[in-house]
C-alpha cells in the first residue's frame, strides 16, 4: 500500500471494525471504529471503555446528520466534489442557523 493512501481519520459505515483494516506500524494511524469482543470471552474493561469513548463522539455527529437527511431532506447530486462540498455546507449552516434560533428563544423566555 503506497505511503498516504490511508486518511489519517479512519472512518465507516459499520459500527465494528473489519478484517481488511490496514495500518503500518510505523504509522500514528487510530482506528475510531469499534472493536468487537473475542468469541467466548468477556469483553476487556479497556476495549469497552474505548467503544463507549467512540459511541459517544458518534451521537453527537449522527443527530445533525440525521436532520439534514431527514427534515431538510438533504440529496447531493452534484458533478464535482467542490460543489457538493458547498451544498453540504449551505446546509449545515441551514442547521446551525435553525439550531441558534431555537436555541435563542428558549434562554429569551426565562
Known sequence: MPPGALPSAKTGDFSFATS???????DSKVSH???KKPKGKPMSQRTARANARKSAIRAKVEHPFAMLKGPMKLFIRTIGIKRAEAAITFAAMA???KR???LNGRTASA
Open 20 to 26: 481488511g483494516e490496514f495500518y503500518p506500524a510505523s
Open 33 to 35: 471504529i469499534h472493536v
Open 95 to 97: 442547521y446551525n442557523m
Open 100 to 102: 441558534w434560533v431555537w
